[in-house]
């Protein structure tokens, strides 16, 4: 009997699951069959394989629940399966099983206030499927080392967790254009490309954007928001626009081509993320030849060396982060002796 490969995605169809499942459907293997379960809403690439069979599953939970069974029926022994959306099969599979994990709030014990009713209740319940059913999986795979310990610890050690960082293109971790050609004015000065969740930390950064308009300095920066899914962001940004005269457009959701389009248009990336599996755009932008400002977290110095870095839950740290890059200096206080102090205390008495 001929081995299949099974890749259960019925979870991923925009942002870095995207990305990565598009490359992946790009190097499908030619030797056997590929079985693609997948969500309605994920385009397909058009040179996908022969051998490929594809079933669409509609976003819903019942729908996704008679994926899980359809998946359990038609695994068999000699088979590979790849779960790519962070979740193991509900039900043991006779095949080899591998999970791969790249969304942090489901091994990570933080606190998930900050999202809507609905989003913190899909959080936990896909937090207890994980945790429930680690023991159909033969092996996670994550993406960088913090992602590792994180997982080793929900798992206690007991399944393999190999960290195997991708893209669709490797290249490395260095810049593919010269430092003169980046030096370059382009289109505009930042560009931050992220969705709207909380820990994408775009208030910090627009609160940072206000302070650098308060000192009349005005960089360009893009970001990339759905307006339907980051509605209350949107409109909160678009305040602080009209309010402060900043100089920040949102392009909206962009296909992955054209945020590579966008790298080569934008001076540098910032970055003010506090929380990330692995942070593709950031890898993306240095091999566009972007520097890079970034949080000084770790899941920053697993990937690269930024240009700058910040303190993510400063506003000031940002801004300060911002002059630098942009070569304006920053004045320290400037300091008194005491028989200054004591003049200025004096002078005030009188």
Request: overall charge positive; glycine content about 6%.
């Amino acid at each position: 009997m001929q081995r299949n490969l099974f890749i259960h995605a019925t979870n991923v169809h925009r942002g870095g699951g995207r990305s990565l499942l598009t490359a992946i459907f790009n190097v499908l293997p030619g030797g056997m069959n590929s079985i693609l379960s997948l969500d309605r809403r994920m385009p397909l690439p058009e040179n996908i394989s022969q051998n490929t069979r594809i079933k669409r599953v509609k976003p819903s939970v019942v729908q996704r629940l008679i994926a899980e069974r359809w998946l359990a029926r038609n695994v068999e022994h000699e088979d590979i399966v790849l779960c790519f959306g962070n979740l193991p099969p509900l039900f043991k599979l006779r095949g080899r099983t591998v999970v791969f994990v790249q969304n942090r709030y489901l091994i990570d014990d933080v606190q998930l206030n900050s999202f809507p009713l609905g989003i913190r209740l899909r959080l936990v319940i896909e937090r207890l499927w994980l945790f429930k059913r680690m023991g159909h999986v033969d092996e996670f795979i994550v993406q960088t080392p913090t992602m590792k310990k994180l997982l080793d610890k929900k798992t206690g050690g007991k399944i393999p967790v190999r960290i195997l960082p991708f893209l669709a293109e490797s290249g490395g971790y260095s810049r593919k254009m010269t430092q003169s050609a980046v030096q370059e004015k382009r289109k505009f000065d930042f560009v931050y490309v992220a969705s709207g969740e909380p820990h994408k930390n775009h208030r910090r950064l627009i609160e940072a954007w206000q302070l650098l308009a308060i000192e009349g300095l005005f960089p360009t920066l893009y970001l990339t928001l759905s307006e339907t899914d980051s509605t209350d962001l949107c409109r909160w940004i678009d305040k602080k626009k009209m309010k402060y005269g900043l100089k920040v457009e949102n392009l909206g959701q962009l296909s992955h081509d054209q945020i590579k389009q966008i790298y080569h248009q934008a001076d540098a990336l910032i970055y003010p993320s506090t929380f990330e599996s692995f942070g593709l755009p950031l890898v993306e932008a240095r091999q566009a030849g972007l520097p890079v400002l970034a949080a000084e977290m770790d899941y920053v110095r697993e990937v690269l060396d930024p240009e700058q870095t910040f303190d993510p839950e400063s506003a000031y740290s940002i801004a300060r982060a911002v002059k630098r890059f942009l070569g304006i200096e920053e004045q320290p206080l400037p300091l008194q002796d005491a028989a200054g102090f004591m003049k200025h205390l004096l002078e005030r008495a009188e």
